[in-house]
């Protein structure tokens, strides 16, 4: 019996240790997590074949966008101090209904891309999460803007919770339009409108492109 | 011509236009002296967290308590307080993370009473955008080939030097101010009177975005409120002072400066068709993006309204 115990004590030892071990392996830092998909994304959007299937591409996209970001931190960044009043259920219907919003809006920027590269500036970690700086150069044009990458670790894996355009951070931008929407008619108006709009994107995306430049 | 010249120029209109200058920004600070009494708070917490910059995990949790002693003060909104409370009970039983990143949860504070008018005119100008801009920068993109237009851009911009030179000396930041004049110089002379941006492409020289609307804020005369112009767009009462500094420290209103009322009436009409020019161009290179923006927004006035203070705020900073 006792040397069961022993036995047992020494392969929680040895599993804790490779597990130690393996850790450091396994977690990638957050530039590398960032590069690793941007890499990809901009494989497929550089990609000639892909070129004229839009639909396609933007599918192939946002799978890979859609599991490096934390929807629920997401979601619960946006509301703030409205997430604390909603119910689980509410959350859950909110994250989900704000997740596709957010995907439709953005996959509808891919079609902007106009070979644009990215140069990777510096990083950031402050305990559980980490802040990385990049930039977003067009040659052509002689343009460049500043895209930082906020990041939220969860269970070794870096997820993304907000992006920062040129100083603007999408989250904040809805924050402040989702807040004076609840303070000034009330949440489900505000579920009302994300719904309209996701419905009209999602409309306009299916119907032929219309004279949108 | 010559740098000298030009910054002599601009030096000389801010002598003229300086005692003027001066009157409209104490005028301006007599009426709108902290911005408090035009503060129109977006979220109860408004009321008590004041700070434009999201502090450190630390200063959050400090902020909070804080916070709390003032919420006992307050018993006005005891009502909403008391209500935010609860929610703030439940939360912390739910999940308690919550509270660790209380810090980027704060809402801004915006001051924006003209409210009604602001999205009368944020309205017009959409339509301004959507029934003459645009298709006249369609138009204009149709005939112009881009290299042409972003030279263009190229060109104004570094004609535009002494607004942002003269502000990066006021507010002391002499290493912005010596980029600023290593960019004109070289784009001068290197850059074909500036109609190519070298400097920027081989000595990773970066303009310096400063305005007079960030000169006044960084000696602390706060935004005041939200105002949107017909035609100019978005502003805050400090940023609409900022604009008419910089109007008068744009060498373009000095063009071949005389005391001929006729010379001088058809050097604003150059100075109007240099600024409609420049809009237009710039409207040309970046088609597409105000739609894109509209899109992404569910309120768009207040998407804009948003970005338009935080930018500023981070602007100023810098």
Request: aromatic residues 10%; hydrophobic residues 35%.
């Amino acid at each position: 019996m006792q040397l069961l115990k022993k036995n047992i004590y020494i392969v929680v030892m040895v599993l804790a240790l490779f597990l130690a071990l393996s850790c450091p392996v396994l977690a990638s830092t957050p530039t590398e997590q960032v590069r690793e998909k941007a890499d990809k994304v901009l494989k497929i959007l550089n990609d000639p074949a892909l070129k004229n299937n839009k639909e396609k591409r933007r599918d192939l996209v946002m799978n890979i966008v859609e599991d490096m970001i934390d929807w629920q931190e997401v979601s619960r960044r946006a509301l703030a101090i409205h997430w604390r009043k909603r119910t689980a259920e509410e959350r859950k219907e909110f994250t989900n209904l704000y997740r596709d919003l957010l995907k439709r809006t953005y996959s509808d920027k891919l079609d902007l891309y106009a070979g644009e590269q990215i140069l990777y500036d510096s990083e950031k970690i402050e305990g559980s999460r980490a802040v990385v700086k990049t930039r977003m150069i067009n040659k052509k044009k002689g343009e460049e803007a500043s895209v930082e990458y906020r990041l939220i670790k969860k269970d070794d894996r870096w997820l993304g919770y907000d992006l920062v355009i040129e100083g603007i951070s999408a989250v904040n931008n809805y924050r402040v339009q989702f807040n004076e929407i609840i303070t000034s008619s009330s949440y489900e108006n505000l579920i009302k409108k994300m719904k309209n709009r996701e419905f009209k994107i999602r409309e306009a995306s299916k119907g032929t492109k219309s004279s949108k430049k | 011509m010559g740098f000298r010249e030009d910054f002599g120029v601009a030096e000389d209109a801010m002598k003229h236009h300086g005692l003027l200058l001066l009157l409209l920004i104490i005028v301006v600070s007599v009426f709108f002296p902290l911005g408090t009494g035009y503060t129109q708070t977006t979220s109860p917490q408004d009321e008590t967290i004041q700070s434009t910059e999201p502090p450190s995990a630390s200063d959050a949790r400090e902020a909070e308590e804080s916070e709390e002693v003032k919420d006992k003060k307050e018993e006005d909104s005891s009502v909403k307080k008391e209500e935010q409370d609860k929610g703030k009970e439940e939360a912390a039983d739910e999940d308690e993370k919550d509270d660790e990143y209380l810090e980027e949860e704060e809402m801004e504070t915006i001051a924006d009473p003209l409210k009604p008018f602001n999205r009368l005119m944020f309205d017009f100008n959409d339509k301004l955008y959507f029934y003459l801009l645009k298709p006249v920068a369609q138009a204009y993109e149709a005939v112009l080939p881009e290299p042409v237009r972003v030279s263009i851009r190229n060109f104004i911009s570094n004609i535009t030097t002494p607004v942002r030179l003269l502000n990066c000396i006021l507010q002391g930041k002499a290493e912005k101010a010596g980029i600023e004049y290593s960019r004109f110089m070289v784009n001068t002379i290197a850059g074909g009177l500036g109609f190519f941006d070298v400097a920027k492409k081989y000595h990773n020289l970066q303009r310096q975005d400063e305005d007079f609307g960030q000169t006044l804020g960084f000696y602390g005369m706060k935004e005041g409120f939200y105002i949107v112009w017909p035609f100019f767009g978005p502003s805050t009462v400090r940023d609409t002072l900022g604009s008419a500094g910089d109007f008068f420290s744009d060498p373009f209103v000095y063009v071949n400066p005389t005391t001929d009322i006729e010379i001088t009436k058809i050097n604003s009409n150059i100075h109007s068709g240099i600024n409609t020019t420049q809009r237009v161009n710039e409207i040309s290179l970046t088609l597409g993006t105000y739609e894109e923006f509209k899109e992404s927004s569910i309120d768009p006035y207040v998407s804009m309204r948003s970005a338009y203070f935080e930018l500023r705020r981070k602007k100023i900073k810098e």
